[in-house]
């Protein structure tokens, strides 16, 4: 008794690709979820087949609400009237503030056709337009960098632009990846767009803003001699 009934995960996000990891996060930790085969309605809004639904009724209950609920840090004084007592440590892990998705909590039951999810995938993406000189990719998913360390793995020519510029119809912000055409390129920026959901717009010419050459970052680790308590 009492709500949630189930949490509604829309696909039409600000970042679509989020969206599908924190289905695979909730997944991971033993939460269902399920996928609507068609429309919807719950909770007064009308939901598209597409939507990912976890319902309340299940074992994992618990946790799917510690992971989707807003936690509440508690006022608690350093002595009567005097600042608040900060936080040792984590005062809260809510999944779609931290990775900026929109979950629906709906309360009131409903019906609606789904299927369960194993593991969720994004919708492939797209490349078009003409790539006689490259490609521009938004910088905004952060599959985005994922697709940037591969394509420099594999010896592309990668870089950022410095500024917003138009190109086809489109105009592009400060900040687009460029991907130059190079020996295999498109058939990698192919399998990018299909296996990350990332859709890469043709450039027939370099383009007008200024370009910030991409190279591949080198990491250390560091190891003290002393001992961590964490």
């Given at each position: 008794e009492g709500g949630p009934f189930a949490y509604v995960i829309p696909p039409d996000q600000w970042m679509p690709g989020e969206a599908v990891n924190l289905v695979n996060v909730l997944r991971r930790g033993g939460v269902e979820v399920?996928?609507?085969?068609?429309?919807f309605s719950a909770g007064g809004e009308r939901y598209p087949e597409g939507s990912y639904v976890a319902y309340g009724g299940q074992a994992f209950r618990p946790h799917l609400m510690d992971m989707l609920e807003a936690q509440d840090y508690p006022d608690r004084r350093m002595y009567p009237g005097g600042p608040p007592?900060?936080?040792?440590d984590l005062a809260g892990w809510t999944l779609p503030y931290q990775m900026g998705v929109r979950v629906d909590r709906i309360d009131e039951p409903f019906e609606a056709r789904t299927a369960a999810v194993d593991r969720a995938s994004p919708a492939p993406g797209t490349v078009s337009g003409n790539a006689s000189?490259?490609?521009a990719l938004s910088h905004r998913p952060n599959a985005s960098a994922l697709a940037v360390n591969r394509l420099l793995a594999a010896g592309d020519r990668v870089?950022?632009?410095?500024g917003a510029f138009d190109a086809g119809g489109v105009r592009?912000?400060?900040?687009?990846?460029?991907?130059?055409?190079?020996?295999?390129?498109?058939?990698?920026v192919r399998g990018l767009a299909r296996?990350?959901?990332?859709d890469f717009r043709g450039l027939s010419s370099a383009p007008g803003a200024a370009a910030h050459t991409l190279r591949r970052p080198r990491i250390g680790i560091y190891k003290s001699w002393d001992a961590s308590i964490d």
């Amino acid at each position: 008794e009492g709500g949630p009934f189930a949490y509604v995960i829309p696909p039409d996000q600000w970042m679509p690709g989020e969206a599908v990891n924190l289905v695979n996060v909730l997944r991971r930790g033993g939460v269902e979820v399920h996928r609507a085969t068609s429309s919807f309605s719950a909770g007064g809004e009308r939901y598209p087949e597409g939507s990912y639904v976890a319902y309340g009724g299940q074992a994992f209950r618990p946790h799917l609400m510690d992971m989707l609920e807003a936690q509440d840090y508690p006022d608690r004084r350093m002595y009567p009237g005097g600042p608040p007592e900060p936080p040792y440590d984590l005062a809260g892990w809510t999944l779609p503030y931290q990775m900026g998705v929109r979950v629906d909590r709906i309360d009131e039951p409903f019906e609606a056709r789904t299927a369960a999810v194993d593991r969720a995938s994004p919708a492939p993406g797209t490349v078009s337009g003409n790539a006689s000189w490259g490609w521009a990719l938004s910088h905004r998913p952060n599959a985005s960098a994922l697709a940037v360390n591969r394509l420099l793995a594999a010896g592309d020519r990668v870089s950022w632009s410095g500024g917003a510029f138009d190109a086809g119809g489109v105009r592009h912000e400060a900040g687009t990846i460029l991907v130059e055409a190079g020996s295999g390129t498109a058939d990698r920026v192919r399998g990018l767009a299909r296996e990350l959901g990332l859709d890469f717009r043709g450039l027939s010419s370099a383009p007008g803003a200024a370009a910030h050459t991409l190279r591949r970052p080198r990491i250390g680790i560091y190891k003290s001699w002393d001992a961590s308590i964490d």
